[in-house]
């Protein structure tokens, strides 16, 4: 299976979401929180897409790429797991460098709270990377899911209907 953004993402959120989603068991459609989310990234900065180009590289799809300042633009509407946003970022600019487009930076954007964060991938960011290819290839070879995260941002989750419909 090719690794998206997207896995990576979600490897930094929780590998029971990951697994669920990379096995297209999908409820993306029924989350309030998802539509909010697609709601900011289409209303945000709604000349955007004349600026910037989307660009897809061997299955990794970037949105946002201006391609004379090699700045990556990412939207995100909240700041909870901002590890997994940064980890996102840093994988798509590690897949422009593997390209051949060396020395791109990112922009993490979160318009309803005012603040931008910046990116870039180090040499300890590509060692990292190289690590969650192979652990995100290991949990998605696994049989079973992963076990229930149980942390507060479960009550967020597209999945928490699903995880927990028993309890
Ligand atoms: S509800 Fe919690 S355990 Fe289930 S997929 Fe979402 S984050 Fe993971």
């Not at 300042?69 to 590890?83: G, L, R």
């Amino acid at each position: 299976m090719h690794i998206t953004a997207t896995h990576i993402n979600l490897y930094h959120v929780c590998h029971r979401e990951l697994w669920l989603h990379a096995h297209e068991i999908r409820m993306e459609n029924t989350s309030d929180t998802v539509s909010e989310g697609k709601l900011i990234h289409e209303t945000a900065y709604p000349q955007r897409a004349e600026r910037y180009r989307e660009v897809v590289l061997g299955g990794v799809k970037i949105d946002f790429y201006d391609p004379k300042a090699k700045v990556v633009h990412e939207i995100k509407k909240s700041d909870k797991v901002e590890a997994a946003h940064l980890a996102q970022v840093k994988y798509y600019l590690y897949v422009l460098e593997q390209n051949g487009i060396a020395g791109a930076t990112g922009i993490i954007e979160y318009p309803t709270l005012r603040k931008t964060e910046t990116v870039e991938l180090t040499p300890a960011d590509r060692a990292a990377i190289v690590i969650w290819l192979g652990e995100i290839s290991r949990l998605l070879a696994q049989a079973q899911c992963p076990p229930l995260l149980n942390k507060p941002i479960c009550k967020q989750c597209s999945y928490f209907d699903f995880c927990y419909v028993e309890e």
